[in-house]
């Protein structure tokens, strides 16, 4: 079983920036597709950025266009999720996730991280 873990969380103020980080244990990290997605309290997990095995492809939803990157390097098994010019409505915990294709639907996401907090104050 794939174990990720997802660290980098933190308290910021509007306009500033985190780097989220997920490791994985998985020597076949390289084969999978990684994705990001977060959920607020007491709303639905969303889908946030994706990013297929190669790192070649990469999608976002419209929301973090311009403000968010994802990378990764699958000599070190890990993603990123660089986020910037923060905002109050991107608070809420953040997971990432392996799927065996790029796509942005939660089911295609079989081994989900625990999660990792990022509040923006106002």
């Known amino acids: 079983q794939v174990r990720l873990v997802e660290s980098g969380g933190g308290l910021v103020q509007a306009g500033g920036s985190l780097r989220l980080s997920c490791a994985a244990s998985?020597?076949?990290?390289?084969?999978?597709?990684m994705g990001w997605f977060r959920q607020a309290p007491g709303k639905e997990r969303k889908f946030v950025a994706a990013?297929?095995?190669?790192?070649?492809?990469?999608t976002y939803v419209d929301s973090v266009k311009g403000r968010f990157t994802i990378s990764r390097d699958n000599a070190k098994s890990t993603v990123w999720l660089q986020m910037n010019s923060l905002k109050p409505e991107d608070t809420a915990i953040y997971y990432c996730?392996?799927?065996?294709?790029?796509?942005?639907?939660?089911?295609?996401?079989?081994?989900w991280g625990q999660g990792t907090q990022v509040t923006v104050s106002s």
């Open positions: 996730a392996a799927s065996q294709v790029l796509v942005t639907d939660i089911p295609a996401y079989a081994y």
């Open positions: 998985e020597r076949t990290f390289s084969t999978y597709a």
């Open positions: 990013i297929n095995w190669s790192g070649e492809s990469t």
